[in-house]
């Protein structure tokens, strides 16, 4: 039962560079969710997907963008890699834009130099 | 935007011993959750609560809904080693699942040996 995988799960990049979450989920959800964790923030929402085809922006999108693949993926991009996106980035799923029951997958974390 | 503030931050106890924590915000939620975040891991749902004055139980763990719908409380009986982690609390403002959620900052729970 993988439920939702994301890749990679360590990622160090210099200021400037450019790199691709990837997440991807096998339960059938219809929504998708990027998070990041700072410590002392708790969870933040980046951007999500409430259905294939749809992408919106949530609390901190500044930065980020991101691409729903199909159902099962949903990508979060840096084009431009800042410190201040230092951070773990968490990727999450819902059957139908419940937020109670989100499923998250083991989590990115990213370090920019 | 909204806030949750949980408290304590970070908590050290003894195995067996009993665990309080709390979560509180200035504005009312209809839907308050309570997750763990195992280390190296993403959050997993432990507990959701939708009605004011709520008390549900999850094994040793017991959750209530605060009667002012500003806060919420998480009881852990007779901690054990596995109990370890970050716990967030969680709210929205709907029971409809169709909000965004708040996440709060975490209390780290750790059991000294």
């Known amino acids: 039962n993988a439920g939702v995988t994301q890749t990679p799960k360590f990622q160090v990049l210099k200021t400037g560079q450019s790199m691709t979450l990837q997440c991807a989920q096998d339960?059938?959800?219809?929504?998708m969710y990027w998070y990041r964790q700072d410590p002392g923030m708790g969870l933040r929402l980046i951007y999500y997907?409430?259905?294939?085809?749809?992408?919106d922006k949530g609390e901190v999108p500044n930065g980020y963008n991101v691409s729903r693949l199909n159902k099962r993926e949903f990508s979060l991009r840096l084009e431009s890699a800042a410190p201040s996106q230092t951070s773990v980035y968490f990727c999450?799923?819902?059957?139908?834009?419940?937020?109670?029951?989100?499923?998250f997958g083991s989590g990115t974390q990213l370090s920019v130099l | 935007g909204q806030q949750l503030n949980q408290s304590p931050q970070s908590m050290f106890i003894q195995e067996g011993e009993d665990v309080s924590m709390n979560c509180t915000s200035s504005?009312?939620?209809?839907?308050w959750l309570w997750y763990k975040q195992d280390p190296g891991e993403g959050p997993v749902l432990l507990i959701a609560l939708y009605k004011a004055g709520e008390l549900t139980s999850n094994g040793r763990l017991t959750a209530q809904f605060g009667i002012t719908r500003k806060d919420s409380f998480l009881n852990i009986s007779a901690s054990i080693p596995s109990d370890v982690g970050i716990y967030f609390c969680?709210?929205?403002?709907?029971?409809?699942?169709?909000?965004?959620?708040?996440f709060g900052t975490g209390t780290r729970l750790t059991i000294i040996p």
């Open positions: 997907s409430a259905s294939e085809g749809t992408t």
């Open positions: 504005s009312i939620f209809n839907t």
């Open positions: 339960m059938n959800h219809n929504s």
């Open positions: 999450a799923s819902s059957q139908q834009g419940g937020y109670e029951k989100l499923f």
């Open positions: 969680a709210s929205q403002r709907s029971n409809f699942g169709n909000e965004k959620l708040t």
